[in-house]
Structures are given as C-alpha cells and as structure tokens.
C-alpha cells in the first residue's frame, strides 16, 4: 500500500522492489548545519579542492561510490557518476529543465541591469527566450545555410597562415595559437549572429578593440569559474578574483552592445540577407520579448560561442599531433572527399564519417563542460533514493567518459571507436547536454569545428610543440599551456 502511494506521489520506478533510501542516506562528507561540509575543504581544515573542480569530483567518487551528497551553506548537490542514474535524472526534465544558476553571473546581472538570457534563466521566461531561438540556432536547415559565410571566415584563417610562411620555407612555428582560435571563433559566432565582420582573422582589418574582447571573454571565464568553486566571500566583499571578472564583463557587455547596435542600425541596409539577430527581431513581439531581451540574447551566444568552440579545436589539434597515424587517416578521407575545392558543401560533410568520429573521439577525452546540472522540481527517485524536490543533481560527465566501466582503454584517443556509436551508452558522453536545454550552439559549434579542421588538414601537417598541458581553472576546462604548432606544408 505503501509502496503505490509513493509511486503515485513520487515519479517512482516500478521495477524497484525494496523501499527507498532518504536523500539522507546518501553517502558523502560530513555536512553540519547552515555550513555544510565547509570544514572538508581544504583552507578550512580538510582535504578537497573545490578550484581542482574535476580532480574533486574524481576523489569523491573514489570515497563515497557513484552517487554523492555534497553540501555547502544552503545548498544541496548530488553528484552522479554512472549513466543509469543521469539517465533516470534527464527524464524529469519536462518542457523546462531546470540548470543550476551561476551565482556569480547572476550578481553580476543584477549589478548592471541586465534581464536573465538563455543560459541563465529558468521556468517560463527561458522556455520564450529558448522558442524564440530555437529555429535559428538548433534547426539542421538553418545551420546549413550558414556555411558559405562560414567557409569565408575559416579560409580567412588560412590566409593568415599563409602569411606567416616565408617563400623558401615548407615550415612554420606559430606561437599562441589559442588565441588566433578564440578570434575565430568569436568571428565565426558574430557573422552569423548578425552579419557583421570583426575581421578577427585578417590582422589588417582587425578591429582595435577586438583582441581585447577575446582576452575579457576568457577572463570572464577563468574567474566566473574560480568564483563558482570557491566558498562565496565575493558575495559580500569585492575579492580580486571579482574585481577583475566584473571588469572583464563591463568591457564585453560594453563591446557586444555596441556591435549589436551598430548591426540593429545597420539592418535595413543589408541587403535582404537572413541573419540571426534580424530573425529574432521580425518574431521577438510574438513571443512577448522586447528588443533588451534580443541584446541580451545575442550577448549571451557571442560569449557562450567563442571559448568553448576555441578550446574544443585546441584539443583537437593537440590530439591529432600526438596522434600522427590517426592525423593521416584523416587527411586521407579529406583528401578524398574534398580534395582541394575551397568551398565545403552540406554533401562533402555528410560524406566525412571519420572526421565526425574524431571530433567525438576528442570531446569524449576532454569535456570542455566538465559537469552538468540539472535543478530536481519536485521529489524524484534516482537509484534506490528518493531525492526531494530542489536538490541539484550533478552530471559528472568527464569521470564517465574516461572510465573503463564504458570506454576500453578508456584514456587512448580512438576515433574508431565511434564507428560503432549504437554500442556506446548515450549517457555516458554528453558533451553538449542533453534534451530540451541541451546546447543550443551545438550545430553552430560541431560545423565550426568541421570547417576548421578540414582547411587546416587540407593545407598542414601539424604538430604539438611542447609538455603534455594540465588544466585551467574556469567554467570551459581548458589547457593551462598555450597552444605553441608546428605547421608544415603538404
Ligand atoms: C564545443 C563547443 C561547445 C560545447 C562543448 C558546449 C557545451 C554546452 C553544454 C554542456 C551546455 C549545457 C546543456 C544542458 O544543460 O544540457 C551548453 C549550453 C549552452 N550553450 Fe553551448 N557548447 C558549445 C558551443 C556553443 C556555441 C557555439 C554557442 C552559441 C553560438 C553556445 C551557446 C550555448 C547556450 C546559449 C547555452 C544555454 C542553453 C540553455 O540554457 O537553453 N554553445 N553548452
């Protein structure tokens, strides 16, 4: 009886024949009131490192199992490290997930003025924002449209390249190429967003101030991150790591505002051609959204769209350097698909298998998001626990997707493995989310991704110069080393 109570209640699952264990007999640190488990981290007297984000997330899983409570002042996490379980986790998702909320950007919001975006609202106001985006930035269609623009901006890197040659020479080193990857990628995301160039890739056209956006649009990264994973003194005083985060914001929304004025005035002169910020204007009233939310919109995509996408790109270049037979292979089909034409069609991508392959092989290895959230809305069961309603459940997704529960030799750069995609478990990698909230630049990003890789291929042979990189605190794990090459002509 009791038993189909709970059931009706609860979104219980059927097939679970002894009662369920309470939220508080989930196993993890000591957690005391008001506090929680502040006294295990490290400064405060214990052993974890909440800044070593990923490292944390492994140590915990190596004491307590693969669903973990971690508690710090009011709030209350729990960490899952097996695709069954987040599996069961996205089915509660229904039309408007519920992602935990960055704390630091929403300070930073409410200091400026700024309505929440897309990445950081919930309920009903992100399900307008997300309907009102959605044609434009998730439809396969409209992301194949974006390709002769796209084509334009990756052949513009290659022209920088080139200039870098010197006649006599088939070889050259290039320095800091993690940076020339941000640049594209931010000029990637506004050509789309609002038909308007930068010229981050072409250093004479440049704009001044661009630069200068790429570096703020990290730092807005490295110390939202750092203000996330340590215990929240900013929110009452203006550490250094705030200082500096808010400035870097003030400049971007500053920049972005501009360049997102400048396109709106510019609109009726652009010749008939579709773009994204046009797209949502025509349809912003419909979904009762006012111009402020399309800014906003836009903001967030410029930011959201340029070091992911760049670090994505800098562990590829860095796994097919020290992965020289895979690097060939690839060349191979390149060279047999697209040869040398300049102008990469929807049908050269359908046929480039391998190259889709490699590209999850390197998401898989390096998770540029290394966890996900999801925020439960009403009581739930995961495993043999109910969990009550606004507990946040964490995906920890670069554990299982490095783990040789899933993957055999699971830390080896395979491509092929990915041949056989059916035989790997659907949650165990999950690289741009998943269901309603999953990344809406996914398409932008994996095209991106494609685009440079193949005009990079076509042209060099690459190699990483340097040590094997660590990780860099922040919101994208990124490599703590600039990407120093070696390109050599084929
Ligand atoms: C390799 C590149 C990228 C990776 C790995 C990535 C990963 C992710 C992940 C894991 C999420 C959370 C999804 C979820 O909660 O289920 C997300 C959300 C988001 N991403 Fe990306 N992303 C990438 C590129 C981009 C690009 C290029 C853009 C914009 C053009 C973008 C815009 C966004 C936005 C706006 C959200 C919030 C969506 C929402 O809450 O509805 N991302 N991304």
Redesign the pocket.
């Known amino acids: 009886m009791i038993k189909k109570v709970c059931q009706q209640v609860f979104k219980v699952n059927n097939s679970t024949p002894n009662a369920l264990k309470s939220y508080a007999d989930i196993p993890g640190p000591r957690s005391v009131p008001l506090l929680g488990s502040l006294f295990s981290l490290k400064g405060f007297g214990g052993e974890y490192n909440l800044l070593e984000f990923r490292d944390f997330q492994d140590i915990l899983q190596s004491h307590y199992g693969n669903i973990v409570k971690w508690e710090l002042f009011n709030q209350k996490n729990v960490y899952l490290y097996d695709p069954d379980l987040i599996r069961q986790a996205f089915k509660t998702d229904g039309n408007t997930?519920h992602?935990s909320l960055l704390f630091p950007i929403l300070k930073l919001h409410k200091k400026l003025g700024i309505k929440s975006t897309?990445?950081n609202s919930q309920g009903e106001r992100?399900r307008k924002l997300?309907s009102l985006s959605n044609p434009c930035?998730a439809r396969p269609q409209a992301i194949l449209s974006y390709l002769p623009n796209q084509n334009q901006v990756a052949n513009e890197l290659i022209d920088l390249i080139e200039q870098k040659f010197h006649t006599t020479s088939n070889s050259i080193t290039y320095h800091k190429f993690d940076q020339i990857l941000r640049l594209l990628a931010l000029e990637y995301?506004s050509e789309i967003a609002f038909d308007k160039r930068l010229y981050c890739v072409d250093e004479k056209k440049r704009l001044a101030d661009v630069d200068q956006l790429v570096t703020c649009i990290n730092t807005f990264f490295i110390q939202a991150g750092r203000l996330l994973f340590s215990p929240p003194v900013w929110k009452y005083y203006p550490t250094k790591d705030w200082v500096e985060f808010e400035q870097a914001s003030r400049y971007i929304y500053k920049k972005t505002g501009e360049y997102i004025h400048n396109a709106y005035e510019d609109l009726s002169n652009n010749h008939g051609k579709q773009t994204i910020l046009k797209e949502f204007l025509v349809r912003k009233d419909k979904h009762g959204m006012s111009t402020d939310d399309v800014v906003g919109l836009m903001t967030?995509?410029l930011m959201?769209?340029v070091d992911?996408?760049a670090t994505?790109i800098h562990y590829l270049l860095y796994d097919l350097s020290t992965n020289p037979a895979i690097q060939d292979k690839l060349y191979q089909e390149i060279n047999q698909v697209v040869g040398n034409s300049g102008e990469i069609t929807e049908d050269h991508l359908n046929k480039l298998k391998y190259l889709k392959c490699v590209v999850k092989e390197s998401?898989r290895l390096h998770?540029?998001?290394p966890a996900?959230s999801r925020i439960l809305t009403e009581d739930t069961q995961i495993g043999d626990y109910l969990i009550p309603k606004g507990v946040v459940l964490v995906f920890c997704n670069s554990f299982i997707s490095k783990s040789e529960k899933y993957f055999k030799n699971a830390t080896s750069f395979n491509p092929d493995r990915w041949i056989h995609e059916k035989e790997i478990n659907p949650y165990a990698v999950?690289?741009?989310?998943?269901?309603a909230?999953?990344?809406?630049?996914?398409r932008?990003?994996e095209q991106?991704?494609y685009l440079t890789m193949i005009k990079l291929m076509q042209k060099y042979r690459v190699e990483y110069i340097g040590e094997k990189p660590g990780l860099k605190i922040g919101l994208v794990a990124a490599p703590n080393r600039p990407l120093d090459l070696n390109l050599h002509r084929r």
């Open positions: 997930p992602r897309l990445s992100w997300r930035m995301v967030d995509f959201a769209g992911t996408t994505a998401l998770s540029s998001v996900n999950l690289s741009f989310g998943f269901g909230r999953m990344c809406i630049g996914r932008i990003a991106e991704i």
